[in-house]
């Protein structure tokens, strides 16, 4: 069975600060790792994905992941933060031997002060 | 030109009622979705269509129909409204090909409260 955790219900960081919001997940084969940012009110909206080949990915807004297989993470980084950054963060998992299912983590908040 | 949208975005109703939410999609994906988010803002899925065919049908009341008319379209049908529906509904698509990962794009979500 796929699951994802987020151990961090909220991670607060000073703006210029680097950020990090942790996620670790269980799948059957080679999973599809992917981050997704809810700001208020909104739909979730698209950030990166890992698929296959270099394990550090880079996305939208300069926010980065890094995929470690043996430690199953998929930590999402950024080297400034940004009072904008400041918003709800899910990490979601989906094996790549079929089937369609995406899960989701419980989400993360992140704060980011002035 | 909205990728996934969903309407409508707000929806009050009564304890007992029938209610719709309707969901287009322009992407061109063969795959949709209706996930629930509740108030700790956990999401989980609750259906999926591919090619207008439900593949995804999870613990869910009888009382949440989807229907797919055709691969654009998934609009989510609930019968006796209770308190405990209220949520927010967002519906989803993607393209499923292995190797491009199947990205989710959501919709920005229906409001729905139970009175």
């Known amino acids: 069975a796929q699951s994802v955790a987020q151990p961090e219900d909220q991670v607060n960081v000073a703006e210029g600060n680097p950020l990090t919001v942790k996620c670790t997940y269980s799948?059957?084969?080679?999973?599809?790792l992917f981050w997704y940012v809810q700001y208020p009110n909104r739909g979730l909206q698209f950030l990166l994905k890992y698929i296959t080949g270099d394990n550090l990915v880079k996305g939208s807004y300069g926010f980065e992941a890094e995929f470690n297989k043996s430690q199953t993470s998929f930590h999402l980084k950024k080297p400034s933060a940004l009072v904008s950054d400041s918003a709800l963060y899910f990490c979601?998992?989906?094996?790549?031997?079929?089937?369609?299912?995406?899960?989701f983590g419980a989400g993360t908040r992140l704060f980011v002060k002035a | 030109d909205t990728a996934v949208s969903q309407t409508p975005k707000y929806l009050v109703t009564q304890m007992g009622n029938d209610k719709s939410i309707k969901c287009e999609q322009n992407l061109g994906h063969d795959t949709m979705y209706w996930y629930k988010q509740d108030s700790k803002k956990f999401l989980k899925i609750m259906f999926s269509?591919?090619?207008?065919?439900?593949?995804i049908n999870e613990t869910v009341p009888n009382r949440f129909s989807p229907k797919s008319p055709d691969k654009a379209h998934l609009n989510l049908h609930i019968n006796s409204l209770e308190l405990g529906d209220s949520a927010v509904y967002f519906c989803?698509?993607?393209?499923?090909?292995?190797?491009?990962?199947?990205?989710?794009?959501f919709g920005e979500g229906s409001w729905l409260t139970v009175v």
């Open positions: 269509y591919n090619n207008k065919e439900l593949i």
């Open positions: 799948v059957s084969g080679n999973p599809y």
């Open positions: 989803a698509s993607s393209q499923e090909e292995v190797s491009s990962g199947n990205t989710i794009y």
């Open positions: 979601a998992v989906r094996a790549n031997t079929g089937g369609f299912k995406t899960i």
